[in-house]
């Protein structure tokens, strides 16, 4: 069996090749690409590559996947799709406006760049990652389980599936409107967010709050979160009745008061009348 030469092939190749494959040839290296101006898909996976050449400035899909990547080199404009899971990342470089789809699961990571206006798909699993960062307006998929994530950020309105099971989380941000599918199984989770009327797959098993509520009905699940939300509302309130009353005295009415009736104001209201003056209010100031 003749072996693959990744040189021979490349130079073989016509300048205004737009797809090069080369995924499961054992390879170490990749050669200089940027003579292939209009270079748009690259396929390199399940190869030996520790590092990858410049990116072309047209190429919007790469697939990098399990390799022994230990960097990724500066993202082009254009790139739209980037999978880069199965190797040995330990950051990810900034992410280009374009960028749309990421899968970066089963590495090292244990931060992500900001997201771009555009995202839509975000993989991370299987990293060590604490936190992540902001979602941007578009995102409709995040798979986020197998980190050690110990809350999430507000869900942005358009997200559809979230996978955020075997983490830390004790509790999950309100859920929007159109999100379909939650899996949130194998965390530490004392309570659940209301459900939304969209939603079609809830698993949150190996939870505290499953223990309370244990039912597969999702109708079933949000009638129970709602008298628990309820009660938990009417015990803090309780709770805090004091400091409630305290605040509202010492940083509302109490310097309304002493504004409205400090001495230095009593001549002009003297002169001017007292018709603004409230007696009442100003006697149970100083019962």
Known sequence: MTKF???????GL?????????????????????????????YCYNNRLVNLPPLNVNLHTLY??????????PLNDDLKELCCDNNQLTFLPS?????QILNCSNN?????????ENFLELYCYNNQLTKLPPLNLSLQILYCYNNQLAQLPPLNDDLKELYCYNNQLTQLPPLNESLQRLHCYNNQLVILPTLNANLQHLYYN???????????????INKKLQILHKFCYLYYCL????????????????????????PSYLNKLLID??????????????I
């Not at 090292?108 to 771009?116: D, E, H, I, R, S």
């Not at 009348?273 to 100083?286: K, P, Q």
């Open 5 to 11: 030469c990744i040189e021979t092939y490349i130079n």
């Open 239 to 262: 709770k805090f009745k004091t400091q409630f009353r305290d605040l509202l005295w010492k940083k509302i009415r109490e310097p309304k008061i002493m504004k409205n009736y400090h």
């Open 108 to 116: 090292q990571l244990t931060q992500l760049p900001p997201l771009n």
């Open 64 to 73: 990098c996947s399990n390799n022994q990547l230990l960097t990724i080199p």
């Open 206 to 220: 190996n939870n505290l709050i499953y223990e309370i509520i244990d039912s597969n009905d999702l109708f079933i």
């Open 95 to 99: 992410l280009n406006a374009n960028l």
């Open 14 to 42: 016509p300048e205004d090749t737009e797809f090069i494959d080369v995924n499961s040839r054992q390879l170490n290296y990749l050669p200089d690409l940027t003579r292939f101006k209009n270079l748009k898909i690259l």
């Open 273 to 286: 009348g007292t018709e603004d003056l409230d007696i009442d209010l100003l006697l149970n100031s100083w």
